[in-house]
């Protein structure tokens, strides 16, 4: 069974660059049937999607973050990591990463992330 | 705003049928993209509840049902428990957006 763990620093200075990560368990992320997702949540607000990769490397993303997103793949690791620059106190959330198919799923526990000085 | 309306809240008593919208339009929903449910229990991540519109996947109780129709979907729980208490959100993709969407979600709650 597949499972999604995310990592990396909870709080996050203003303007520096929010770094996570997503390790995959019980499966390959190179199974190639599947792309890689980052998705986040504000405090007491909706889900807002942040972006995908499959694991040769093609990424798609939220318009409204595209210029500031980056999702990259590392296969050797089965993990894949999101950095999104300039951050601002807009940016606190949970992050989820999550496998898509048909829907996401599963989704990791999530890491909820605070951008402050 | 989400792309995707849904209710704020629903509520039903014990062993009750509430129903869940979701509206969209002619660039999501209504273009032909599937649509997504997932169900957000206090405190914990998202998990997917129906898939491709009217799928459940294993483990999901028969009790949860989705439908979709032109640019909307509906959600179906029937004989409600307390379980059943969390945020619902309808999920699909949107063309002029060139992105998923969600929407803004819909806190059920069982008197």
């Known amino acids: 069974q597949v499972q999604l763990q995310e990592s990396g620093p909870g709080l996050v200075k203003p303007s520096q660059t929010l770094s996570l990560t997503c390790t995959v368990s019980?499966?390959?992320?190179?199974?190639?049937?599947?792309?890689w997702s980052w998705i986040r949540q504000h405090p007491g607000k909706g889900l807002e999607w942040i972006g995908y990769?499959?694991?040769?490397?093609?990424?798609y993303y939220n318009p409204s973050l595209k210029s500031r997103v980056t999702i990259s793949v590392d296969t050797s690791k089965n993990q894949f990591s999101l950095k999104l620059s300039s951050v601002t106190a807009a940016d606190t959330a949970v992050y989820y990463c999550?496998?898509?198919?048909?829907?996401?799923?599963?989704w990791g526990q999530g890491t909820l992330v605070t951008v402050s000085s | 705003q989400s792309v995707l309306t849904q209710p704020p809240s629903v509520s039903g008593a014990p062993g009750q049928r509430v129903t869940i919208s979701c509206t969209g339009s002619?660039?999501?929903?209504?273009?032909?993209?599937?649509v997504h449910w997932y169900q957000q229990l206090p405190g914990t991540a998202p998990k997917l509840l129906i898939y491709?519109?009217?799928n459940r996947p294993s483990g999901v109780p028969d009790r949860f049902s989705g439908s979709k129709s032109g640019t909307s979907a509906s959600l179906a729980i029937t004989g409600l428990q307390a379980e059943d208490e969390a945020d619902y959100y309808c999920?699909?993709?949107?063309?002029?957006?060139?992105?998923?969407?969600f929407g803004g979600g819909t806190n059920l709650t069982v008197l």
């Open positions: 999550a496998r898509v198919a048909r829907g996401f799923d599963p």
């Open positions: 019980g499966g390959s992320i190179s199974s190639g049937n599947y792309y």
């Open positions: 990769i499959y694991y040769r490397g093609s990424t």
């Open positions: 002619s660039s999501n929903i209504g273009a032909r993209f599937d």
């Open positions: 491709s519109n009217t």
């Open positions: 999920q699909s993709y949107d063309s002029s957006l060139s992105g998923v969407v």
